[in-house]
């Protein structure tokens, strides 16, 4: 399968760990995004990157988020010092310019459950 | 700043009969539409997408929706449901110019489809 892929699918954490999640996109999608879904809720942009480059992270919803793609391929999404709030569906797209606007590519997400 | 409202939060048919799925937005500028799907422990899936060419789209699996410039809407339609329609769709709105395609979802329409 040459879709998008995220590791783990779940994790259940306690409170004050930190955890991190990976996505591997695409391998033609030079974009990346993250994006974040509560239950009952769409999902919300979080940030995004062009290559290695991250170019919107104004979104990430607190400085215990933050987000890496070293090498323009593969990314991470590290929360620290988790919350029972942060608990979540954390999906992770990816596009390329050639694509019409909007058209991304979702991952089957990575599912967090802080107790 | 630009937002989406789908009407209703559940939806449910009859298989065979016709679906309606309602979808209003607000945008500054001249807005990209889509609608996305997501079955069960699935990604999300483009359905169809609206970019300022023909105001009526169609879409896969025989979705189509109706870009109403004057009414803001983007309803999402289908003329015959079928069992494997029950998901849950998002309608979507992306700035045209919107680098690296920031999405904004709506809060979801669970359609279920009874036999």
Known sequence: DTGVSQDPRHKITKRGQNVTFRCDPISEHNRLYWYRQTLGQGPEFLTYFQNEAQLEKSRLLSDRFSAERPKGSFSTLEIQRTEQGDSAMYLCASSNPGLPTGELFFGEGSRLTVL | ?115
């Open chain 2, 1 to 115: 700043a630009q937002s989406v409202t789908q009407l209703d939060s559940h939806v449910s048919v009859s298989e065979g009969t016709p679906v309606l799925l309602r979808c209003n937005y607000s945008s500054s500028y001249s807005p990209s539409l889509f609608w996305y799907v997501q079955h069960p422990n699935k990604g999300l899936q483009l359905l169809l997408k609206y970019t300022s060419a023909a105001t009526l789209v169609k879409g896969i699996n025989g979705f189509e929706a109706e870009f109403k410039k004057s009414e803001t809407s983007f309803h999402l339609t289908k003329p015959s449901a079928h069992m494997s329609d029950a998901a849950e769709y998002f309608c979507v709105v992306s700035l045209g110019n919107n680098a690296g395609n920031m999405l904004t979802f709506g809060g979801g329409t669970r359609l279920m489809v009874k036999p």
